[in-house]
């Protein structure tokens, strides 16, 4: 089992920034790469940014030039900066890990709140 556990999210104005975390323990070799989803009200979850299994990275057109995501090996824990925020932004942010067995692990959500 792999336990995700996200931080950081909150409020910030339109054009604000928040750096969001989310780290990893358990059964680390048991995970292909770590990435970010999220999913607003009334909306399917959508992907965000992923490391892939290659160590490529892919972001949805919406937030490239925007938002990176970043990876500290050493502490099994993933980094989304978010700049520019815009209200449409708005959403619980999930950590996801996909699994060589196949599936994924999920963490619980952060809600990030874009809003003046």
């Known amino acids: 089992q792999v336990r995700l556990v996200e931080s950081g999210g909150g409020l910030v104005q339109p054009g604000g920034s928040l750096r969001l975390s989310c780290a990893a323990s358990?059964?680390?070799?048991?995970?292909?790469?770590m990435g970010w989803y999220r999913q607003a009200p009334g909306k399917q979850r959508e992907l965000v940014a992923v490391?892939?299994?290659?160590?490529?990275?892919n972001y949805a057109d919406s937030v490239k030039g925007r938002f990176t995501i970043s990876r500290d090996n050493a502490k099994n824990t993933v980094y989304l900066q978010m700049n520019g925020l815009k209200p449409e932004d708005t959403a619980v942010y999930y950590c996801?890990?996909?699994?060589?067995?196949?599936?994924?692990?999920w963490g619980q959500g952060t809600q990030v709140t874009v809003s003046s």
């Open positions: 358990g059964s680390i070799f048991d995970i292909l790469g």
């Open positions: 490391f892939t299994s290659s160590g490529n990275t």
């Open positions: 996801n890990a996909p699994r060589w067995s196949g599936g994924a692990y």
